[in-house]
């Protein structure tokens, strides 16, 4: 998969921060030891982009960012912050950590892919 066509999900498996503000970062969706790229110059998000804004940061990305698995558990996690019911967002957890320990994705007909 050629980067130019994975999706990052920023606060999930994609992480800005100031220079040198972290070590190391995990991916909030599987866990896993993010790859960092120092001191990366450009902007952090669509306002700073728009007005022409760059400024030296850190970057964090997970190496399973774009697979369908992944994927699929980030989307779930975004479910769960917006679903008001704990009976759900158990049942989710489940599905994600089944999904974690598999590395294969519970439903492969997901319009978004």
């Known amino acids: 998969m050629s980067k130019s066509t994975i999706h990052y999900h920023t606060g999930y498996d994609y992480f800005t921060p100031a220079v040198g503000e972290c070590k190391e970062m995990l991916c909030l969706a599987c866990g896993s030891k993010m790859k960092k790229k120092v001191c990366s110059y450009g902007p952090t998000g669509r306002a700073e982009a728009m007005s022409k804004g760059k400024h030296f940061?850190?970057?964090?990305?997970?190496?399973?960012?774009?697979?369908?698995w992944h994927t699929q558990v980030v989307h779930l996690l975004e479910f769960i912050r917006k679903c008001p019911s704990k009976v759900l967002s158990d049942l989710i957890h489940n599905?994600?950590?089944?999904?974690?320990?598999?590395?294969?994705?519970?439903?492969?007909?997901?319009s978004i892919w």
């Open 95 to 110: 599905e994600i950590e089944d999904i974690k320990k598999t590395k294969t994705p519970t439903k492969t007909d997901y």
């Open 57 to 68: 940061h850190d970057t964090f990305v997970c190496k399973n960012s774009g697979k369908k």
